[in-house]
């Protein structure tokens, strides 16, 4: 299991990260680090939510971190992506 991990990087991408096989453009990607080891964090399942109108939270993807702790493919591009997010 691994322990204290923190988020470092989260970027709104610009322009926007785009997946080569399906040729589908992404709005945001993450990285994550294993701060007690200064190492990426593979493995670590990451959802991220949007605020709807009432302020309550839906979920709208989910991805699990690659070796590098990477997930490059969250919020595929549509004109309706504007909003309060959280992982």
Do not use: C
Request: hydrophobic share 40%; glycine share 8%; proline share 3%.
């Amino acid at each position: 299991m691994i322990k204290h991990i923190l988020s470092l990087v989260i970027l709104l991408a610009s322009p926007f990260v785009a997946n080569a096989q399906e040729n589908q453009r992404y709005q945001l990607s993450t990285h994550i680090l294993d701060i007690s080891s200064g190492k990426p964090a593979s493995g670590v399942a990451v959802r991220l939510f949007r605020q709807d109108t009432d302020g309550g939270w839906q979920k709208v993807d989910s991805g699990i971190t690659d070796a590098n702790g990477r997930i490059a493919d969250f919020l595929p591009e549509t004109k309706d992506n504007f909003g309060v997010y959280k992982f």
